[in-house]
């Protein structure tokens, strides 16, 4: 039994080491001023990856979530008679909730798990370590371009995610389903506001870019430098991601729209 | 030379995001450039305001002048009092219109319809509507409607 | 040891994941020579060498090197302190997504304002020392073992250190590598005049350019000196070390309980 507690307590005491651990982490990567000549194409190359190279999987989601939501909703609101009010549905659903969320969740399996792979295996292959004796600090050189990639990144990848879904909606709503144009978009924007929903939507992806990001990094970078340390370092970036999306999702919606 | 493909890939990147957020802008939230012009505010008293929100939509003659601001509840005659901003090219209320509360379509959101009095007088920064009627209630409809014909 | 000491450890204790590593190790390494650490696998060699280089702090002790007392180097400081300091892995540790030519430009780069055409032929020099000139196009994904650690020597030695440690320079290597890179370490060694730190447990190649040697064993220095007078060594350890003997003061079996209880022959079984 009192083995029980302390083991207990120990994880306790390990949870809270390791959240200090990614803070002094998170202070050490942001701290210092970044030099624009060199961090500027190190950030280019980052963007590319983390951004530009998921743009297939992002849009290809968005239009296919779109298009069933369209599907969905016509079936719920043609009982009722309101079969036009389908574009402010899929537009408040887009914007609020699935463009940051579903984004969030995609970007953490592919491009989370891949900068903490590589980071992983920077580590095992001492090219970290090789960096620190070269007086190079790794936390700048190879993090920090990333962690800012990500946190550029995400709340374009959501914008484009909402609009992609949006034009997919309209395509299944409007063009296969016979609901009047005209209607589709005057519901949309009589109902969705740029400052509560677009906005409110844009920081729930900011926050998520930066708490994906951070999460992949820090993983990589405190991984066991072993290959099975490394692939239950990519495990943890995933569900750790996915778990803070989806928790950080509730709190921000409770404060953001709560009063609603 | 593949440095120079990066960044123009990630330029073209950052502009679709840029992009999509016009479009969420302009097409999705209707947000027009116009939308900062200049406004001025009328209140109206209702006794029941029914589901109506703010943010909710002023018209007259089905098109939008204006938005609700605020619903508040008048603590000496227990009417609640809304607050609106319309838009400064329609000065020319007459004075004498009414704010009535309606609902687009069967079930749709609720907003306000100001139909249009005959006097030359028109609605001034401040001015309240002399006259107003309240959300329909389709509960009390019906039980009017029951007991109506109960008494016939 | 005829010159001044260029690195001197004073009674360093190291411990990691409740493990005493270092227990109170001692050593001077003489400046512009070669030290040898030597040891079996697992005694820390390695960890003796991230503790000159300052990416490890020892729980006692002191580390001096050139005169700075490592662990108390504040973090700028300890950057700029290891310009000075070239550092070869065991893996080599090249970066995989630059090419060989940009893997020795990475320090010049990083480091100095020098124009484009300068990097060039230093870099070039630097190949040239490792006989890779003709390699600077490849990447380190299509580099053999050797070839790996020739151009990760170039690298460690791009900004001219005073300061050289090789972490295990010789394993896994093939017998004409390694005489390429015995060469290479010799070579460097006298026409830079530079201090070399190798950490190995190839006792004959070590042997074989090393001016000075010290043997680690179980967290303490078990022998030092100069080659010949290593050889002569009384210890029973060292000799069992230098001669691979199988079986010796270290124990050829990992302690365990008594033979006859863990296969269960003790009788105890009821």
């Known amino acids: 039994m009192i083995e029980r507690i302390a083991a207990f307590g120990r994880l306790g005491l390990d949870t809270v080491s390791s959240f200090g651990r990614s803070g002094r982490f998170l202070a050490g990567v942001l701290g210092g001023v970044p030099r624009p000549a060199t961090g500027f194409p190190l950030l280019m190359k980052q963007l590319y990856a983390v951004g530009v190279l998921s743009l297939p999987i992002i849009v290809v989601s968005g239009l296919f979530i779109g298009m069933v939501l369209a599907l969905q909703g016509y079936t719920i609101l043609s009982d009722y008679g309101s079969e036009a009010a389908i574009g402010q549905m899929i537009a408040l659903t887009l914007v609020r909730e699935l463009g940051p969320v579903v984004t969030a969740l995609l970007f953490a399996g592919r491009a989370g798990s891949a900068l903490t792979a590589e980071i992983g295996l920077m580590k095992a292959t001492e090219q970290l370590s090789s960096m620190e004796m070269m007086g190079v600090d790794p936390l700048r050189r190879v993090v920090a371009p990333r962690l800012w990639a990500g946190f550029i990144a995400m709340p374009v990848l959501a914008a484009i995610f909402s609009v992609i879904g949006i034009w997919g909606g309209m395509l299944v709503g409007v063009d296969w389903l016979g609901v009047f144009e005209g209607s589709f978009w005057g519901n949309m924007q009589s109902s969705v506001d740029f400052v509560d929903d677009v906005l409110n939507g844009m920081v729930k992806s900011v926050v998520f870019g930066f708490v994906c990001t951070w999460i992949a990094v820090y993983q990589g970078y405190d991984c066991v430098p072993t290959s099975a340390g490394i692939s239950s370092a990519t495990t943890k970036t995933v569900v750790y991601s996915s778990l803070a999306v989806l928790g950080l999702d509730f709190v921000l919606t409770a404060v953001m729209f709560g009063d609603f | 030379m593949a440095q120079r493909t990066t960044e123009i890939l990630v330029g073209l990147f950052m502009i679709a995001g840029i992009a999509a957020l016009l479009v969420l802008a302009l097409q999705v939230s209707g947000l027009s450039p116009k939308s900062a012009e200049s406004t001025y505010t009328i209140y109206a008293n209702f006794n029941d305001t029914g589901g109506l929100t703010p943010r909710g939509r002023v018209s007259m003659a089905g098109v939008t002048v204006g938005t609700i601001e605020s619903i508040t509840l008048n603590k000496e005659t227990f009417q609640a009092r809304v607050r609106m901003s319309i838009s400064s090219d329609v000065d020319n209320i007459p004075a004498d219109s009414s704010a009535v509360i309606r609902t687009s379509g069967l079930l749709g959101e609720q907003y306000i319809d100001i139909s249009i009095g005959a006097e030359v007088e028109s609605l001034k920064e401040g001015d309240t509507f002399y006259s107003t009627q309240s959300a329909m209630n389709l509960e009390r409809l019906i039980s009017n409607f029951a007991s109506g014909r109960a008494g016939n | ?270």
Not at chain 3, 28 to 39: D, F, L, Q, S
Not at chain 3, 155 to 169: C, F, K, N, T, V
Request: overall charge neutral; proline content about 6%.
């Open chain 3, 1 to 270: 040891m005829d010159s001044s000491a260029y690195i001197s450890l004073e009674d360093v204790v190291f411990s990691r994941s409740g493990r005493r590593i270092f227990d109170g190790v001692s050593l001077e390494i003489p400046r512009g020579k070669i030290t040898a650490i030597m040891g079996p696998s697992g005694t820390g060699k390695t960890t003796l060498l991230r503790l000159i280089g300052g990416q490890l702090r020892p729980d006692s002790g002191r580390v001096v090197v050139d005169g700075h007392e490592v662990p108390k180097l504040r973090r700028k400081a300890l950057y700029a302190f290891r310009e000075k300091m070239g550092m070869l892995f065991q893996s080599g540790a090249l970066f995989t997504d630059l090419s060989v030519f940009e893997n020795v430009a990475f320090p010049l780069r990083v480091h100095t304002r020098l124009p484009e055409d300068m990097i060039r032929d230093i870099v070039l020099m630097k190949l040239e020392a490792v006989g890779l000139r003709g390699a600077r196009h490849l990447m380190p994904s299509e580099l053999s073992g050797g070839m790996t650690r020739r151009v990760a020597l170039a690298r460690s030695i791009a900004l001219d250190p005073e300061l050289i440690l090789y972490d295990e320079p010789f394993a896994g290597q093939d017998p004409i590598a390694m005489g390429v890179l015995v060469k290479l370490i010799r070579d460097l060694n006298s026409s830079m005049g530079l201090t070399s730190v190798l950490v190995s447990h190839d006792v004959p190649e070590s042997l074989s350019i090393c001016h000075y040697a010290c043997i680690i064993a179980d967290g303490r220095v078990i022998g030092e000196g100069s080659p010949e007078q290593l050889r002569e060594h009384p210890s029973g350890q060292v000799q069992q070390f230098l001669q691979g003997q199988p079986d010796g003061p270290v124990p050829f079996h990992y302690p365990a309980e008594g033979a006859a209880r863990d296969f269960g022959l003790s009788g105890g079984v009821s």
